[in-house]
């Protein structure tokens, strides 16, 4: 008893910390499905166009937090580890939240996970929120040692590029987690974050090595994460790789 207690306590803080949404907390929505093979280009161009005003809007953060750093460093009255716990915390929000930046419906939830058949060697889902967790961590701690290599600047190619990952992988989330398109999923998964995690993780590590290797972490979970949504598809009908129209179901 003591132990499933200990769990439901564990899988509680796991969520709240990282914003999923259990069943219960699921904000009703309208039921579509695809009853055509045809691309649905208005779903294309709002992606496209949510990751770019997102990016858009988080490079400006990174503009707004280089001033008010470099306010922090010339103001004597702060002590000289000040900024770089503001800065800490500042990624940390940024690892955790990143889609509050983000005008795409980017609510974090199991139902799809749950819902689909999956590979016998796919992770529990409890799994997910606690590695990202981790990786979240992770991310804070190499993104400040690449901020202090790049001498408290904020907009610099590293971080500007972390920002575009961070993006890239919100729009994934709108696409297979909310709106279950499990077919344009794929391929958005190895060209967004992915592809991205490991640009990202090359550039920290030329620009610290330390911070490249804190990072690499990231690369193999998405490299798993990766093959799962791959074999997700496989096995759930292998629809065509882009977005299909959708046609609201009568309830």
Known sequence: MNQTNNTGILEKFVNTVMGVKTENQQPS?????????????????????GTI???????????GMEKLIMLIDNNASFPSWFSTVVTGLFFALLSLRSRIFSLLDNTRSRKTY??????RWSPPP?????VWMIIAVLRVISSVLVWQEMNHQFLVLPLILFAV???VGDTWNTIFTVERRLGAAVPVVIL??????????????????VAGMI????????????????RIWQLNGSEPLYPLKLTPVEQ
């Open 29 to 49: 929505v309208d039921k579509s499905i695809a009853t055509t093979q045809e691309l649905d280009i208005k779903a294309v161009i709002v992606y496209k166009l």
């Open 53 to 63: 005003l997102q990016i858009g809007v988080m490079i400006l953060v990174l503009l």
């Open 114 to 119: 749950d819902q689909v058949i999956r590979p």
């Open 126 to 130: 409890l799994a997910f929120p606690i």
């Open 165 to 167: 990952h961070l993006a």
């Open 192 to 209: 967004g974050p992915w592809l991205s995690a490991l640009v990202v993780t090359a550039i920290y590590w030329e620009t610290n090595p």
């Open 215 to 230: 990072l690499s972490f990231s690369c193999v979970w998405l490299t798993v994460a990766a093959a799962l949504v791959f």
